[in-house]
């Protein structure tokens, strides 16, 4: 099956602590994304990814970063959490996105 | 009807009745994604449509779009509790890949 694989999926940080999130598609897509989804309200885009090290801002990047070194794999990181990065993240990658787009399930973010 | 600005609309309906949910947009683009989210999971592509088909069926399942008036629509025929689901639309920018996201709607089916 082909698929798009997050990791963790569930993940709890204090305050001001370092988060890496992870996302590893097994399809050769060139373009991947990372999102958020906050309860009640749509996906936001907060980075996309053209290729390797081809990255690029999407709508609310701040206070996120982004590392694709394989094409396979895409992480966001997050450089001293707050509490309102609590959400869940979704991954998302596609061969073009006129064409066919694959989410992955999520990872649950909690900043206490 | 959604979109982005909007928050998460809801619909209930009986198992059996046939459904419309419909999506406007406001920025050009020549392909609309429906997708479906079950609780807990991530989104699912379901349909994709482009300009040049204006309409698109899988299963109980068929998309509209309406380029001259910036809208697509999905319909569910025959309703099943399995459709209990929040469904978006969303558009391609053609130009870069971003697909922008409609706010969804929670649809449920009662038996």
């Known amino acids: 099956d082909m698929k798009v694989t997050q990791m963790p999926r569930y993940l709890i940080k204090r305050m001001g602590e370092n988060v890496l999130l992870e996302c590893g598609q097994d399809?050769?897509?060139?373009?991947m994304y990372w999102y958020r989804q906050d309860p009640g309200l749509g996906l936001q885009l907060i980075y996309i990814?053209?290729?390797?090290?081809?990255?690029s801002e999407g709508d609310i990047p701040k206070g996120y970063r982004v590392s694709r070194k394989k094409r396979e794999h895409f992480s966001l990181i997050l450089d001293s959490a707050k509490t309102n990065q609590t959400s869940v993240y979704f991954c998302?990658?596609?061969?073009?996105?006129?064409?066919?787009?694959?989410f992955g399930s999520g990872t649950r973010l909690l900043v206490i | 009807s959604q979109w982005g600005e909007e928050n998460l609309q809801a619909l209930s309906i009986q198992e059996g009745e046939d459904v419309t949910m419909n999506c406007s947009y406001k920025?050009?683009?020549?392909?609309v994604h429906w997708y479906r989210q079950d609780s807990g999971r991530g989104p699912a592509l379901i349909i994709l449509?482009?300009?040049?088909?204006r309409e698109k069926r899988s299963g109980r399942l068929r998309a509209t779009l309406d380029t001259s008036s910036q809208s697509s629509s999905l319909s569910i025929t025959a309703a099943q509790c399995e459709d209990t689901a929040v469904y978006f639309c969303?558009?391609?920018?053609?130009?870069?890949?971003?697909?922008?996201f409609g706010a969804g709607t929670k649809l449920t089916i009662k038996p």
């Open positions: 998302a990658s596609s061969p073009s996105a006129r064409t066919d787009y694959t």
């Open positions: 399809m050769s897509h060139e373009t």
């Open positions: 990814s053209y290729d390797v090290d081809s990255n």
């Open positions: 920025t050009y683009t020549t392909v």
């Open positions: 449509i482009r300009s040049n088909e």
């Open positions: 969303a558009t391609v920018n053609y130009g870069n890949e971003k697909i922008t």
